[in-house]
Nanobody, 115 residues
Framework: QVQLVESGGGLVQPGGSLRLSCAAS????????MGWYRQAPGKERELVAR???????NYADSAKGRFTISRDNAKNTVYLQMNGVKPEDTAVYYC?????????WGQGTQVTVSS
């Protein structure tokens, strides 16, 4: 089993920055993908960004140019650097880990963008 611990959420002003972290522990597979999803009230959960253990990344259109996902494979940790945040980025952000053995979700961290 894999456990995920998220940190870094909070309140930020429009145009500001925030960095989310997600550390994985347990039975980590060498080949995996870790990413961030978000869910706003009344909306479906959606992909924000994802990074594989092999180094490839993909982003939602809404995140391109503003958010950067990175990984420290030695620490089994994935980061989401959020710059130029907007009120529409307000949501609960969930970390996700997936490998051939299955998928695990974090507990979620609230990000609120407001002045």
């Amino acid at each position: 089993q894999v456990q995920l611990v998220e940190s870094g959420g909070g309140l930020v002003q429009p145009g500001g920055s925030l960095r989310l972290s997600c550390a994985a522990s347990g039975s980590i597979s060498a080949v995996n993908a870790m990413g961030w999803y978000r869910q706003a009230p009344g909306k479906e959960r959606e992909l924000v960004a994802r990074a594989t253990s092999g180094g490839s990344t993909n982003y939602a259109d809404s995140a391109k140019g503003r958010f950067t996902i990175s990984r420290d494979n030695a620490k089994n940790t994935v980061y989401l650097q959020m710059n130029g945040v907007k009120p529409e980025d307000t949501a609960v952000y969930y970390c996700n880990y997936v490998s051939i053995k299955g998928s695990t979700w974090g507990q979620g961290t609230q990000v609120t963008v407001s002045s």
